[in-house]
């Protein structure tokens, strides 16, 4: 696929056979139509690094997510603090680990906020999908995350939730990481269940989302 179409999966993917659907998910909505692109390696052996492509994809992705946040502040200049809206409503089998998910982050940081709300500034999105969890972005503003049914599962469904927001909300993967660090994503193993980002995580998101909108 053109490197020049923004939308691509991100993080958290696992070549592996679908599980069987959670019982609560069986009458879920439709996942959008996933994007065509290469599977990564995501949550993967710690030996598994990444790609400059998947680094890429990701700074699109946030960008993508600031910019549709920026133009709802910009009717608002004077607020230090962005909020950034989520969708859950394709995600029914999921709302309470993005619910907790978002908690973490709107504890962890100041400059930027999660908010639940009807179209969002990005959706979540639950299905199965050989590449596992990842967040993509459509190219126009907007993106979403999709959680893949086996893959939480496998992991801590709450550390995979918390680690995909971590994209949106610009942090890139590192899968050489500690347990300690959210974006080492399936590095450390499934036995990982830590869903807090680390200091150094922390202070990263409040400098991209530093002074608000401006």
Not at 44 to 72: H, I, L, T, W
Not at 79 to 101: H, K, R
Not at 138 to 159: A, I, K, T
Request: overall charge negative; hydrophobic content about 35%.
């Amino acid at each position: 696929m053109s490197r020049s179409v923004l939308s691509a999966a991100l993080g958290l993917a696992l070549a592996a056979g679908l599980a069987a659907l959670p019982g609560s998910a069986a009458a879920a909505p439709a996942a959008p139509a996933v994007p065509a692109v290469p599977a990564v390696q995501g949550y993967a052996p710690p030996s598994y690094a990444g790609s400059a492509a998947e680094a890429a994809d990701n700074q699109a992705f946030f960008q993508a997510v600031m910019a549709s946040a920026k133009a709802r502040q910009a009717a608002n200049p004077w607020l230090l603090t962005v909020t950034v809206t989520y969708d859950t409503g394709n995600a029914p089998s999921f709302t309470g680990q993005i619910s907790q998910a978002a908690q973490i982050w709107n504890s962890s940081v100041h400059n930027v906020q999660l908010q639940e709300g009807s179209q969002g500034d990005f959706s979540y999105y639950e299905g199965n999908d050989p590449r596992g969890s990842y967040a993509s972005t459509d190219g126009h503003g907007h993106g979403y995350v999709f959680l893949d049914y086996q893959q939480n599962q496998q992991y801590s469904s709450l550390r995979v939730t918390a680690h995909e927001t971590g994209h949106v909300l610009g942090l890139p993967d590192h899968y050489s990481g500690p347990c300690s660090e959210l974006m080492s994503g399936g590095g450390p193993g499934p036995s990982c269940t830590n869903p807090n980002p680390d200091a150094n995580e922390r202070g990263q998101v409040d400098a991209l989302w530093a002074n608000g909108a401006e």
